[in-house]
C-alpha cells in the first residue's frame, strides 16, 4: 500500500496509512486512499472489513481511536479535529441509520447546522425567510413532502424518508467531501433511485464522494470512478466500476484466499 | 461525553444579584403577635386576622409531610423573618413615579420594565417584592373591562366580599402543612377577578422577587374567572444568591366558574443553589383550581430552580364537561431536588384532563414526577391521558415516576404511560457532523424533548422559557 | 398495634427453638414496625380490619382436606395444613440432585446452614414478612444441585381450616445451571389467616418457573409474598393468579444480583363480590444488564377492590438495564374500585424503562361487534374479559397448569356481572 500513484494535482482527501480501533479491537490496519475533486470512489467489502468504521473514523465519532495514519481533508489535516469542526470543513457523513431526535423539527435542526457551518466560514447567517425558501427547494429536490420539515429529525421516518433527509442535508451543507454509508440498505429500488438521482444532482467537479457499500446495485445508479475493495482494515484491491461487477458475480471469498503481498502491485 | 452535556447545561444564575434597598424587616420568629403585626402592617380587618390565627393555630397541629422523594435540612420556622418591605413602600405610592427607582432598576434587570410605554403591549404586571406589592401596571385600562387585578393586601379592602367567599375554598386552611403555614403569615401576591362573559383584554402577570436575607416569601394568590370570561395568567420568579437557604411557601388558588378558562403559566426560576447545593430557595407551594361546569384550567410550569421543589398545581373538575391540563417541565440540575406533579380529581361527568410531564435531570440531581388521578364513582364517562418522559444526562442523577391512580367508574377511561431516555451518543454524532456546537445540540435535543409544553406557554413566557433551557429558532421559523 | 399481633409476639417469645436467633432479630424490627393505618404508603389502599375483627386461635383445628387434584400435572407434592407440615410429603421417592428438607428435623449442621440463608432475600420491610419470621415454625427447604434438571415439578399447597393460622415458611434454592418448576397453592374460604412465604435463590444461570396461585376467596385472609433473588444469567418464569377475599394481599420481589439475569412476571386478578386483592411487586435492577418484563391485568367487578403497586427501581450504575411494566385494569361496577400506581425510580441513565397503566370499560367498538352478529351483551362481554386475561393463560409455560386454571377463570368471569 504504500506505492500510491503520485500526483501533482490537488487531492480533496489523502488517507495514509490509517490505523484505527473500537474498544481496543484494530478495526483498521493501514488504509490508504487519495480522493480527487470531483471523483466518486466506492468503498466495497464484506462485512466486518471496516467500511462503516471508516465514515466514523474520519468523522471523528466518539469512541473510534485513532492509533496512526493521517487524514488530509482539502490541504489540511482533519483527524486532531472535533466532528463538528470536520463538518464544517467540509466532510458531511450520510448515515447507515440515521438517528431520531424527537421534538426537535427538521427545520431547525438544518439551519441550525447551515448556520454553523457559515458562521464558521465567516458568512452571514440566513434570515429565517432565506433559510426557509432554500430548504423548501431542497425539500423538493428530494421528493419529501414539505410537511417533513415541521417533523421532528427523522422521527417517525421510513427509511426511505430517513436517507432522502440525509440526501436534503447534503443539499444545504453543500460538502466538499460526502461519505455515503450503506445509503442503499432498507431501500427498495424506486426509492434507491430518487436517491441516487439526488446524489448525481449534486455531483460536480470540485465535490468528491466516497460511497460505502456492501452490495454493487447501487453503483448501478452512481457510477463510480474507483472501485476499492476493503478487507481486515485495508484496501486490497482498487479498479475501476468493473471490479464491482466482478464482485457481485464473484462475492468476496475470493478475498481470502489470495494471497495480499501479490495484490499489493494492483493497486491504484 | 455527559461531560459536554453538563457543560451544555451549566448556565450563570443571572437573577442572583441583590438590590440595595433599605427595607423594613421582622425580626426572625413565629407566634400570634407576628401575625398580628403583619395584619397590622396591612391594616386588615379583623375578620382577616382572625382567619390567620386560626390557620396559625391548626398549623401548630400538623407535622411536615415527609412523603416526597426529598431530602432537605429540618426549617426552622423561627429563624426566619415573616415580613419584610422597602421602607419607601411605607407610605404607599400612588404612582410609578413615586416607586423608589432602585426597585423599578430591580425589575427592570429581570427583564420587566415597569413603566408601562416600555412593557410589551398587552401585559399587566404586578411586581411583588419581599412581602409587598411594589406596582401594578395597566389598572386603569383592565378597570375599563370590568377586570380586577391589584395586589391582595388591597383587595381585602376593596373587595371584601369577593375574597371572603372565595378565599381558602379551593385550598383549605388544613390541606397540608405548608398551606396552613401561608394562611397564617401571607402578605401579599394578586388577585383577579374576571366578570362574567368577560375575556381578559391582557394578559396578567405577577413577578416574585425575594430580595433580603433570612426572609421567606410566603404569597397568596386568588384568581376568579366568572361565568363564561377567560384569562391568561403568568408568574415568574427569582431570588439572589444567597449561601443559606430560603423559604417560599405560596398558595395558589383558582376559581372557574361555568364556561370559564384560566390558563395559568410559571416560569420559575427561583435561585437554585451553588453547584455543590449551598443555599437556594426551598419552595413549597401549593397550587389548586376548581372548575365548574364545562370550565377549563389548565396549568404550564417551566421550574428550573429552586433548590429543592416541592409543587403540584392541581385540579379538582367538579362541574361536568370541565377539563383540567398539566404540563410541566422541570430541569434539574447539580444537587437541586424536584418533586412535582398534578393532581386531577374528577367529580362531574365527561370531565377530561391530560397530563404531560417532561423531567430532565442533570448532574447530583433528583426530579421525581408524583401525580395523582381520581376517577370519582359520580365522573360518567371521564378521562384522562397522562404522559411522563424522563430524560437523564449523566449516571449521577435519578429520575422518578409515582403515579396514583384511582378509578371508581367503570366507564371512566385512565391511561398513564411514562418512558425515561438520555441524549444518545448517536443524536450528539449526527448534530456534531452537521457542523452544530456540543452545547447547542444538547440544548436542541432537551428543547426538542420539553417541544409539547413548550407550546402551552404563552408567547411571551415561552421566550423567557426558551432562554432558559437555551432554545432558539422555533416559532421564528416555520 | 392490633391485639392479634401483640399475642402474636407474645407466642414468639415464648418459642424457643432452632429459629430463635432469626426470631429475635426480627421481634425486634417487628417491634419498630408501627402497625399500618391509610397514612402508611405501603398499606394506603388496604385496611386491615378485617384481620383486627377476625377470630382467630393459634391452636389449630384438625384439618383433613386434601388438595385439589389437577389432572396430568406431574408434580412431587408438599402439604401444609393449618401451617402443618404433612411429613408425609417426604416420603415421595426424589431424582438425584433434588433436595427436600423439614428442617425442624434436619440435621443441626442443615439448621444451622438455613439459618444464614433465612429471611436474606425476603426485605425487612414487609411486615407480614417479619410476622412469619417470627411465627413460621415448619420451615422446608428445597435445593436443587448444581446443573440439574428437574422435569417434574414441585408443587407446594397451603390448605387452611376454620378460625385458623398458618404461617408457611418454604426456602428454594437453585444451584448453577439447575432448573426447576414450583407452583404454590393457596386455598381456603373460612375464616383465618394465612402467611405464605417463599424465598428462591436462583443461582448464575439457574432457571426457575414459577406459579403461585392465590386463590384464597370469602372469608380467608392471606398475606404472603415470594421473594427472588437472580444471579448471573438466571432466569425467572413466575405467573401470578389471584382471587379476592375479605384480605389478601401478595408483596413479592424481583432482585438481580448477577447481570444478564432476565425475569418476566405476569399477574391477573379477577376480583367479585366484596373481594380485596392487593399486589405489590418491586423489582430490584441493582446490576447492569438485567432485563424484566411485567405484564399486570386486573378484572374487577361487584363491590371488589383492587391495589396494584408495580415499583421499578434501577440502581446507580444499572446501566443497560430494559425494564418494562405494564398494568391494564377493566372496572365492572360503579361500586368497583381500582388503585394503581406503576413506580419507575431510577439513578442510571442508559437504560430503557416504561411503564404504562390504564383502567378501562370493556372496549364499546368490541362489543357491538359481537353483538352484531348475534351474539348476546353478556356473553359477549365474558368473552371479551376472558380475552383480556386469556392472553396472560396463553402465555403460561406449564399447559396443564393453563388448562386447569382456565375454566375456573372462565367460571368466575361468567359469574360477573357488569352494573353501571
Known amino acids: 500500500m504504500s506505492n500510491i500513484t503520485p500526483t501533482t494535482e490537488k487531492s480533496m482527501l489523502t488517507i495514509t496509512d490509517l490505523h484505527a480501533s473500537v474498544e481496543e479491537k484494530n478495526i483498521l490496519k493501514g488504509l490508504n486512499l487519495d480522493v480527487k475533486p470531483g471523483e466518486v470512489h466506492a468503498i466495497m467489502g464484506p462485512n466486518g472489513a471496516g467500511k462503516s468504521t471508516t465514515g466514523y473514523v474520519l468523522s471523528g465519532r466518539d469512541g473510534y481511536t485513532v492509533e496512526k495514519g493521517s487524514a488530509v481533508l482539502d490541504g489540511v489535516e482533519i483527524l486532531e479535529m472535533e466532528a463538528e469542526e470536520r463538518a464544517r470543513a467540509g466532510l458531511f457523513l450520510a448515515f447507515q441509520y440515521p438517528v431520531e431526535i424527537p421534538g426537535v423539527s427538521n427545520l431547525e435542526f438544518l439551519k441550525a447546522s447551515v448556520d454553523a457551518q457559515r458562521e464558521a466560514r465567516g458568512e452571514v447567517a440566513y434570515t429565517s425567510a432565506e433559510f426557509l425558501k432554500l430548504a423548501k427547494e431542497a425539500c423538493k429536490q428530494v421528493d419529501l413532502p414539505l410537511a417533513f420539515l415541521k417533523r421532528g429529525v427523522n422521527e417517525g421516518f421510513s427509511g426511505g424518508e430517513k436517507k432522502r433527509n440525509e440526501l436534503m442535508q447534503m443539499i444545504l451543507l453543500k460538502p466538499k467531501l460526502c461519505i455515503l454509508d450503506e445509503t442503499d440498505s432498507g431501500l427498495d429500488i424506486d426509492a434507491m433511485q430518487v436517491v441516487a438521482n439526488g446524489v448525481n444532482s449534486q455531483r460536480s467537479p470540485d465535490r468528491s464522494f466516497i460511497i460505502v457499500t456492501h452490495y454493487q446495485r447501487l453503483l448501478d445508479y452512481i457510477k463510480p470512478d474507483f472501485v476499492h475493495v476493503l478487507s481486515d482494515g485495508k484496501i486490497v484491491k482498487s479498479g475501476d466500476a468493473s471490479l464491482a461487477k466482478e464482485l457481485e458475480a464473484e462475492g468476496y471469498a475470493w478475498i481470502h484466499n489470495e494471497p495480499k503481498d501479490e495484490l499489493e502491485g494492483d493497486l491504484l | 461525553m455527559t461531560e459536554q452535556i453538563d457543560k451544555a447545561l451549566e448556565r450563570e444564575y443571572e437573577a442572583g444579584f441583590v438590590s440595595d434597598i433599605e427595607s423594613e424587616t421582622f425580626e426572625p420568629g413565629l407566634n400570634e403577635d407576628i401575625i398580628r403585626r403583619i395584619s397590622a402592617m396591612k391594616n386588615e380587618p379583623e375578620w382577616m386576622l382572625e382567619w390567620r390565627l386560626k390557620a396559625f393555630r391548626v398549623w401548630l397541629e400538623m407535622e411536615e409531610p415527609d412523603w416526597a422523594h426529598i431530602k432537605y435540612s429540618k426549617i426552622d420556622f423561627q429563624s426566619i423573618s415573616y415580613y419584610s418591605a422597602p421602607k419607601s413602600m411605607k407610605d404607599k405610592p400612588k404612582s410609578l413615579d413615586e416607586v423608589d427607582p432602585e426597585l423599578i432598576r430591580t425589575y427592570e434587570k429581570l427583564g420587566i420594565p415597569l413603566i408601562e410605554q416600555q412593557m410589551l403591549a398587552g401585559i399587566a404586571v404586578d411586581a411583588v417584592f419581599d412581602s409587598v406589592s411594589v406596582v401594578t401596571t395597566f389598572r386603569e385600562k383592565l378597570e375599563e373591562a370590568g377586570v380586577i387585578f391589584c395586589p391582595i393586601s388591597e383587595a381585602v379592602h376593596r373587595f371584601p366580599d369577593l375574597v371572603k367567599k372565595y378565599l381558602g375554598t379551593v385550598v383549605p386552611t388544613k390541606d397540608n402543612y405548608f398551606a396552613a403555614l401561608n394562611c397564617a403569615v401571607f402578605t401579599d401576591g394578586s388577585f383577579v377577578y374576571i366578570p362574567k362573559g368577560t375575556r381578559c383584554p391582557m394578559e396578567l402577570s405577577t413577578y416574585f422577587r425575594i430580595n433580603e436575607q433570612n426572609t421567606g416569601q410566603f404569597e397568596r394568590t386568588l384568581i376568579v374567572a366568572d361565568e363564561g370570561s377567560h384569562v391568561s395568567y403568568l408568574e415568574g420568579c427569582t431570588a439572589p444568591q444567597r449561601d443559606e437557604n430560603q423559604l417560599h411557601a405560596a398558595v395558589v388558588e383558582l376559581v372557574a366558574m361555568d364556561n370559564a378558562e384560566i390558563k395559568y403559566s410559571t416560569v420559575q426560576n427561583w435561585y437554585p443553589g451553588d453547584e455543590n447545593g449551598k443555599g437556594g430557595i426551598y419552595n413549597f407551594v401549593t397550587k389548586r383550581g376548581i372548575c365548574h361546569e364545562s370550565a377549563k384550567i389548565s396549568w404550564t410550569q417551566v421550574e428550573t430552580g429552586s433548590a429543592v421543589t416541592w409543587k403540584y398545581p392541581s385540579c379538582i373538575l367538579k362541574g361536568d364537561n370541565s377539563v383540567g391540563e398539566f404540563y410541566s417541565v422541570a430541569l434539574t440540575r447539580s444537587a437541586q431536588q424536584a418533586d412535582t406533579g398534578t393532581k386531577m380529581i374528577h367529580i362531574g361527568k365527561n370531565t377530561k384532563s391530560t397530563i404531560i410531564s417532561k423531567g430532565i435531570s442533570a448532574g447530583r440531581s433528583n426530579n421525581s414526577y408524583r401525580g395523582l388521578v381520581r376517577m370519582n364513582p359520580g365522573a360518567q364517562g371521564a378521562r384522562n391521558f397522562t404522559q411522563c418522559d424522563s430524560l437523564l444526562i449523566g449516571d449521577q442523577c435519578g429520575a422518578h415516576t409515582f403515579p396514583y391512580v384511582e378509578s371508581r367508574n367503570p366507564s371512566a377511561i385512565v391511561e398513564h404511560e411514562a418512558t425515561t431516555s438520555k441524549v444518545s451518543d448517536e443524536q450528539m454524532f449526527l448534530c456534531r457532523q452537521r457542523g452544530i456546537e456540543p452545547e447547542k445540540a444538547v440544548s436542541m435535543i432537551v428543547n426538542g424533548f420539553c417541544k409539547e409544553v413548550f407550546k402551552e406557554l404563552p408567547m411571551e413566557f415561552a421566550v423567557e422559557a426558551g432562554k432558559l433551557l437555551e432554545i432558539s429558532l422555533e416559532g421564528s421559523v416555520g | ?420
Open chain 3, 1 to 420: 398495634m392490633s391485639v392479634w399481633l401483640e399475642n402474636a409476639i407474645a407466642r414468639a417469645n415464648s418459642t424457643s427453638d432452632w429459629l430463635s436467633p432469626i426470631r429475635s432479630v426480627s421481634l425486634a424490627a417487628l417491634k419498630d414496625t408501627p402497625w399500618p393505618t391509610r397514612k402508611t404508603e405501603a398499606w394506603r389502599y388496604t385496611s386491615l380490619k378485617s384481620l383486627e375483627r377476625a377470630t382467630l386461635s393459634p391452636s389449630p383445628s384438625v384439618n383433613q382436606d386434601t388438595p385439589e387434584q389437577i389432572d396430568g400435572f406431574e408434580s412431587f407434592n408438599l402439604v401444609f395444613r393449618n401451617g402443618e407440615f404433612d411429613l408425609d410429603s417426604l416420603t415421595q421417592p426424589l431424582p438425584a440432585g433434588l433436595m427436600i428438607s423439614y428442617l425442624p428435623t434436619a440435621s443441626e449442621e442443615m439448621k444451622q446452614a438455613s439459618l444464614d440463608e433465612f429471611s436474606q432475600i425476603k426485605p425487612g420491610r414487609h411486615l407480614f414478612g417479619l410476622i412469619n419470621d417470627v411465627l413460621a415454625q415448619h420451615v422446608v427447604r428445597i435445593e436443587v444441585a448444581e446443573g440439574v434438571s428437574i422435569s417434574q415439578a414441585i408443587r407446594i399447597t397451603s390448605l387452611i381450616g376454620l378460625n385458623s393460622e398458618s404461617h408457611t415458611r418454604v426456602f428454594v434454592k437453585l444451584n448453577k445451571g439447575a432448573s426447576l418448576t414450583v407452583s404454590e397453592h393457596y386455598q381456603g374460604n373460612v375464616e383465618s389467616l394465612n402467611t405464605g412465604f417463599v424465598e428462591y435463590d436462583i443461582c448464575a444461570e439457574a432457571k426457575l418457573e414459577h406459579y403461585r396461585f392465590a386463590l384464597q376467596t370469602d372469608k380467608a385472609i392471606s398475606l404472603g409474598g415470594c421473594h427472588f433473588k437472580l444471579g448471573e444469567r438466571a432466569d425467572l418464569n413466575s405467573t401470578l393468579v389471584g382471587f379476592g377475599s375479605d384480605l389478601s394481599r401478595v408483596d413479592t420481589d424481583i432482585i438481580y444480583d448477577g447481570e444478564f439475569a432476565t425475569a418476566k412476571l405476569n399477574a391477573f386478578y379477577l376480583l367479585d363480590g366484596k373481594e380485596l386483592f392487593d399486589l405489590h411487586a418491586t423489582v430490584e435492577h441493582a446490576v447492569p444488564n438485567c432485563t424484566t418484563l411485567e405484564n399486570v391485568r386486573g378484572i374487577v367487578a361487584d363491590r371488589a377492590k383492587a391495589v396494584f403497586n408495580g415499583r421499578i427501581h434501577i440502581h446507580r450504575h444499572a446501566q443497560k438495564t430494559l425494564a418494562e411494566l405494564n398494568n391494564r385494569n377493566l372496572l365492572l361496577s360503579d361500586k368497583a374500585e381500582i388503585n394503581t400506581k406503576p413506580e419507575l425510580e431510577i439513578y442510571a441513565d442508559d437504560v430503557r424503562c416504561a411503564h404504562g397503566a390504564t383502567v378501562a370499560e370493556i372496549d364499546k367498538h368490541a362489543l357491538y361487534y359481537l353483538e352484531s352478529r348475534g351474539i348476546s351483551r353478556s356473553k359477549a362481554q365474558v368473552m371479551l374479559n376472558f380475552g383480556f386475561i386469556n392472553e396472560l393463560i396463553d402465555q403460561m409455560p406449564n399447559q396443564v397448569l393453563a388448562e386447569w386454571i382456565r375454566p375456573q377463570i372462565r367460571n368466575r368471569f361468567a359469574e360477573m356481572e357488569v352494573t353501571r
